[in-house]
């Protein structure tokens, strides 16, 4: 199985970025810990702070360079795009909207998702445990 993991903006500083809402651990660190926990799934990771480069990087992951899911935390971008939630739309693979925080305790600008509606499921508020058990519904 392949599973590829799609961050958004600014989750490139996780680990520095606000410790109080996203944590202390980095990314990276905490990927290394997701790839010894399954270690029978290929697990790719990409981040970007470019809108158009995650797009392009979830239509490689559905049609070109195919995975059996996508685990994706589009930050910022899940409260305001539109073209993310078409490309969702059109791939051949189950996408899985995660979020670090909870999102509906924060500010209410980030209450509305454009993604869900275009995802299989959304995750949030368990840190970055959160990816783990996207992980676990795209196993099942």
């Given at each position: 199985m392949k599973i590829q993991i799609i961050n958004g903006p600014n989750l490139n500083l996780l680990g520095q970025r606000e410790p109080g809402i996203y944590g202390s651990e980095s990314f990276?660190?905490?990927?290394?810990?997701?790839?010894?926990?399954?270690?029978?799934?290929?697990i790719d990771y990409y981040q970007s702070n470019v809108e158009g480069e995650l797009i392009d990087k979830m239509q490689q992951a559905g049609f070109f360079e195919p995975c059996d899911g996508i685990v994706l935390n589009a930050g910022a971008y899940t409260h305001t795009s539109v073209a993310l939630h078409d490309c969702i739309r059109s791939l051949r693979c189950p996408v899985i909207e995660v979020h670090i925080s909870n999102?509906?305790?924060?500010?209410?600008?980030?209450?509305?998702?454009?993604?869900?509606?275009?995802?299989?499921?959304v995750i949030c508020g368990f840190g970055l445990d959160s990816y783990r058990l996207a992980i676990e519904a795209l196993l099942k």
């Amino acid at each position: 199985m392949k599973i590829q993991i799609i961050n958004g903006p600014n989750l490139n500083l996780l680990g520095q970025r606000e410790p109080g809402i996203y944590g202390s651990e980095s990314f990276d660190a905490y990927l290394e810990q997701l790839r010894a926990k399954y270690p029978d799934v290929t697990i790719d990771y990409y981040q970007s702070n470019v809108e158009g480069e995650l797009i392009d990087k979830m239509q490689q992951a559905g049609f070109f360079e195919p995975c059996d899911g996508i685990v994706l935390n589009a930050g910022a971008y899940t409260h305001t795009s539109v073209a993310l939630h078409d490309c969702i739309r059109s791939l051949r693979c189950p996408v899985i909207e995660v979020h670090i925080s909870n999102v509906h305790q924060r500010e209410p600008f980030r209450h509305h998702s454009f993604l869900s509606a275009a995802c299989k499921g959304v995750i949030c508020g368990f840190g970055l445990d959160s990816y783990r058990l996207a992980i676990e519904a795209l196993l099942k």
